[in-house]
């Protein structure tokens, strides 16, 4: 199964180099469709003028983004050396605290296709 998901620029690039091997999503109803082996078509946002494909390697759900970083190594996401505070803020960013309670968050491992 193919999926199309936005990705922010500079996330956009990182996974292309592949730096960035773990993206980060809420596990909400969309993202409960994906499984391991299908393919995630990455649009680059905002203007949606890049488009990167990517297999699904492993999917891994947590309680909290903090759950998750806690347990993948920092470097996985392209951002070692980040702090703690940094990671949540960062994720805060994109996506609320109550967004997070009701869905819980998932960790799509990907590899470029």
């Excluded at 199964?1 to 500079?10: Q, T």
């Excluded at 702090?83 to 990907?110: C, F, H, N």
Aim: aromatic share 10%.
């Amino acid at each position: 199964m193919v999926h199309r998901m936005g990705l922010y620029e500079d996330y956009f690039h990182a996974m292309e180099k592949g730096d960035k091997k773990v993206e980060v999503r809420l596990n909400d109803e969309k993202r409960r469709k994906i499984n391991v082996a299908d393919t995630i078509e990455f649009i680059k946002l905002p203007g949606q003028n890049g488009l990167l494909k990517v297999q699904v390697t492993e999917l891994r759900t947590y309680g909290t983004f903090e759950e998750m970083y806690k347990d993948i190594p920092l470097r996985d996401f392209d951002c070692e050396g980040w702090s703690m505070k940094d990671m949540i803020d960062g994720t805060y960013d994109i996506y609320t605290p109550e967004q997070e309670r009701k869905w819980g968050t998932l960790a799509i491992t990907v590899r470029r296709l």
